[in-house]
């Protein structure tokens, strides 16, 4: 499963971002929930994850998580992921 985001942050930067397995394998271990449930739908927080996730795998140092959240202005799946609704 693969998953492209479209992120922008508060300080113009925009960026797609595609996920790989162990993006997801991080989502999993922090919210304890199984990948099969993002088909009931993906919360903005389940967004930012992956995407901070993508983020850290690249390299890119970033703050923790709580405080990155902070710096997106917005982030949306790209359409071609027709279960993901934000």
Request: without cysteine; glycine residues 4%.
């Amino acid at each position: 499963m693969k998953m492209t985001l479209e992120l922008k942050t508060i300080d113009g930067e925009e960026s797609l971002l595609t996920t790989l397995p162990a993006d997801f394998i991080a989502w999993e271990r922090h919210t304890k929930r199984k990948i099969s449930d993002l088909s009931e739908g993906i919360a903005m927080e389940d967004l930012a994850f992956l995407a901070y996730s993508i983020i850290k795998r690249q390299g890119v140092i970033v703050k923790p998580f709580d405080s990155w959240i902070n710096s997106i202005e917005d982030i949306e799946p790209k359409e071609d992921n027709p279960k993901a609704t934000s």
